[in-house]
């Protein structure tokens, strides 16, 4: 599916891409992890052929920058920041609909089934949307067509808890039909999503490792946790995971996506000192 | 061809948002507001009088006004896209590249010339109403220029930002351009010639290469050919070419030079980095 020989990207006197090889099959989903300026951006935008480079990329055996439209339209892609567009959110997802030769209709339901009202919002401009609206359009957007490819940087940094699992749900009804690379600078944001990782340093390539792909980017895990003490941070984070406080308000209960589990643990560490129990357990489909 | 389309529309819409368009449409149809109101149709300056007053008028302010006002905006507008992931977004869909920068040209170009055609246009309809004789052949020519000077600042823009690699970088560049082009008008031209460092021809030469002293001449070619008020550069370029053959020269060389600029702004584009 995607092609890397020798691929090598400078700016001026900066190295920032040096000598990646990498060979991606159908069906692969690849954590793309690096520290900032280790080179991830650039190896998208690549990808996206949108920076001139040494050494050869291809998709499918096409290259992205000389046969751009067949390329791209097999492509979505989804930026970590959401670009500062001033037209109207029906306007974008036309446009990008016609270029793409997709259904509008499926992008609408798309960003519905993410918790996105475009109905509601269709003559707003769409950089006066919050971060969260913006974010979830734009991943309707890219899933809305029958991509090849999904390239998505941090796709879910801006996405509550909520629409993270459609999320999950939505990457899951296409994990077979699509390659995946999702990039982000950190590894238990993506981890659960991924059956392999490449971590970038310094414009190489210093871990390319195949992980066990046992976790069901659908499956739930319903979560008890018991509270030594009422903290209020504690009930307002738990509250921002859907969580529902038992009588006492010391116990509580909720449901974890798994792919999110380990930025709900990240989330419970900062209040470890208060956790009398906890328990997690997979809930049958 | 639906691509191209599809980007000029997306340009239009996006600067229809944008505060710049609404102050430069308000510009050119406050002057012409303006113009009615100070009651400069009914003056008489040097045989001319009603609307062809105005429109020389109009004309004069609007080749000082916006050419600046094209590179400037354009400069910013597309240097500032790319420097905001507009177009690491947008360049990320399917369409090809010649669709997107002549798409935007074509869309920027209808947005720049939309107000200064439509504030003349206005001036017209005004002056049927109130009953003051509409010079066609005066209102046609202006408009003709005015849609070649738009072209030619606009090719000039797009080349500036294909080349600078930041917003602030396009800014400066954009100035400097105007900057240079005003410098060698057939004021500094005269001064120049009186110290006698260059050869006439040089400087006529200048002139005729400078778009900005193509306008000039052009327009006052229909108000007043005189050696006093045209400058001598352009006196004697009229001398040597005629009326109607200057005034087709001022039409057909700033097109030229625009799509020119533009052609190189995006045979730039297409071989360089895109966001």
């Not at chain 1, 949307?129 to 991943?139: A, D, F, H, R």
């Not at chain 2, 061809?1 to 368009?21: C, G, N």
């Not at chain 2, 609307?51 to 354009?74: G, K, N, W």
Request: aromatic residues 8%.
């Amino acid at each position: 599916m995607i092609r890397c020989e020798n691929l090598s990207k400078s700016f001026r006197r900066a190295r920032v891409l040096d000598g990646i090889d990498l060979d991606v099959a159908l069906g692969e989903r690849i954590a793309l992890i690096g520290s900032n300026g280790a080179g991830k951006t650039t190896l998208i935008r690549c990808l996206l052929g949108e920076y001139v480079h040494e050494g050869k990329v291809t998709i499918d055996g096409r290259s992205p920058r000389t046969e751009r439209t067949a390329v791209l339209g097999k492509i979505g892609f989804v930026p970590q920041l959401p670009p500062p567009l001033k037209m109207p959110v029906g306007q974008l997802i036309e446009f990008s609909a016609a270029l793409s030769a997709a259904d509008p209709a499926r992008i609408d339901a798309l960003a519905g089934r993410l918790g996105l009202d475009v109905a509601a919002i269709r003559s707003r401009p769409f950089v006066k949307l919050s971060g969260g609206m913006k974010q979830k359009l734009l991943i309707a957007i890219a899933l809305g067509r029958d991509a090849k490819l999904l390239i998505m940087d941090e796709p879910a940094a801006n996405l509550d808890p909520a629409a993270r699992r459609i999320f999950f749900d939505l990457l899951a009804e296409r994990q077979h039909e699509a390659t995946m690379l999702i990039s982000s600078h950190r590894i238990d944001e993506v981890a659960s999503l991924v059956n392999r990782v490449i971590e970038l340093d310094m414009g190489k390539i210093v871990l390319d490792d195949r992980v066990a792909d046992d976790v069901s980017l659908t499956g739930r895990f319903a979560c008890r946790l018991v509270a030594r003490r009422a903290d209020a941070a504690l009930a307002k984070a738990l509250a921002s995971w859907h969580f529902t406080a038992e009588a006492d308000g010391l116990a509580w209960r909720g449901e974890v996506a798994g792919p999110d589990r380990l930025r709900f643990f990240g989330m419970l560490s900062r209040y470890v000192a208060l956790i009398g129990d906890l328990s997690l357990s997979e809930v049958a489909d | 061809m639906k691509a191209l389309w599809l980007t000029a529309r997306l340009d239009i819409v996006e600067s229809l948002r944008a505060r710049w368009f609404l102050v430069y449409a308000g510009v050119f149809g406050g002057i012409v507001a303006l113009l009615f109101l100070f009651g400069l149709t009914e003056s008489r300056v040097l045989g001319f009088i009603g609307l062809s007053r105005l429109l020389v008028t109009y004309i004069q302010l609007t080749m000082a006004i916006m050419p600046i006002f094209v590179l400037i905006t354009t400069v910013r507008s597309v240097a500032g896209d790319r420097e905001a992931g507009v177009f690491e977004y947008l360049l990320s869909l399917p369409v090809g590249l010649a669709a997107w920068f002549w798409g935007k040209l074509l869309g920027r170009y209808l947005v720049v010339f939309a107000p200064v055609c439509l504030a003349m246009l206005a001036a017209v309809v005004i002056a049927l109403v109130k009953g003051i004789e509409v010079p066609w052949g005066l209102f046609g020519y202006y408009t003709a220029l005015l849609a070649a000077l738009a072209a030619c600042f606009l090719g000039l823009a797009m080349l500036i930002s294909a080349v600078a690699k930041s917003t602030d970088m396009a800014q400066g560049a954009a100035f400097l351009t105007w900057l240079t082009l005003l410098l060698f008008l057939d004021l500094i031209l005269l001064g120049v010639m009186i110290q006698g460092r260059v050869a006439p021809e040089v400087a006529i030469g200048i002139a005729l290469a400078n778009p900005l002293q193509v306008f000039r001449t052009a327009a006052l070619s229909l108000f007043d050919p005189q050696l006093i008020v045209l400058g001598p550069a352009a006196w004697l370029i009229l001398d040597t070419f005629g009326g109607t053959g200057y005034r087709l020269f001022a039409l057909a060389y700033p097109t030229a030079l625009g799509l020119a600029a533009a052609g190189l702004g995006y045979f730039l584009f297409r071989r360089g980095d895109l966001p």
